[in-house]
């Protein structure tokens, strides 16, 4: 397995690069082909030898070779988020027809977090082919499936449509969809998954009043990055999660 891994690290490590193209260009509606990658600062494209994820970044010490512009350390950071959770895919569910369902999957989830970060926003964009693909992929990878994972995702969408009726403030409509196209890739993980998502956000909400008092209530939090960290708990430990559920707590 120590060959598959490292693979889907590099690979991970690569479309990390293409996710930072995303986070930085879909919801300013520009194109993901054209133009090339550019500095920021100066307008000059990126050459190839300085666009290498992670490795480019550090050999520059995090300006650009043109201007001397200061690169934000975010675009190394995604990369290497990537080609971890690639690689912990892969040594978690193992190298096999399933990688069709839960790469796009893990890549969705980042390059939608990254979006909520900066934008407080799920596009539709990402979240609709997101939904297609999961039951795409769910029918040519285990079509015997595909029943539950259509049934988890319309109760995972309903489910967070109702906490966004009780609770306006604290969720939005593209939380709701993301919920559902999760539903559609992880099945009964999806319970897991939500679980983690809402004790991550409880977690990190509670911090955040800690530290800044109760006027921090009124402060958003991007409640899309919890669903995508929720989104990798379901990935890398949902059916351990749910068998252990079963075994022990109703046994």
Request: charged fraction near 10%; proline fraction near 7%; aromatic fraction near 8%.
């Amino acid at each position: 397995m120590a060959v598959e891994i490292v693979l889907a690290a590099v690979l991970g490590a690569v479309l990390g690069s293409f996710l930072n193209v995303v986070i930085h260009r879909v919801p300013l509606g520009e194109s993901l082909v054209a133009p090339g990658s550019r500095c920021p600062s100066c307008g000059t494209a990126i050459a190839p030898y300085d666009n290498v994820p992670v490795i480019s970044w550090l050999v520059l010490r995090g300006r650009c070779r043109h201007c001397g512009a200061p690169i934000s350390p975010r675009y190394p950071m995604v990369e290497l988020l990537t080609a971890v959770a690639f690689a912990a895919v892969v040594a978690v569910r193992g190298f096999d027809s399933g990688l069709l369902l839960e790469l796009p999957f893990v890549a969705c989830l980042i390059a939608l977090a990254g979006i909520d970060l900066d934008h407080r926003l799920l596009p539709n964009k990402i979240v609709y082919p997101m939904a297609v693909w999961g039951v795409a992929a769910t029918a040519l990878v285990d079509p015997g499936d595909l029943p539950e994972h259509l049934i988890a995702g319309a109760a995972a969408f309903t489910f967070l449509l109702l906490a966004v009726l009780a609770y306006p403030a604290g969720m939005g409509m593209g939380d709701v969809k993301l919920a559902g196209a999760m539903g559609l890739y992880l099945g009964v993980s999806i319970i897991p998954a939500l679980f983690a998502s809402f004790l991550f956000g409880t977690l990190v909400g509670l911090g955040i009043v800690s530290r800044q008092g109760m006027s921090a209530r009124k402060q958003a939090v991007p409640f899309g990055v919890f669903l995508a960290l929720g989104g990798l708990v379901g990935v890398l430990a949902g059916p351990e999660l749910v068998d252990l559920y079963r075994d022990h707590l109703l046994s």
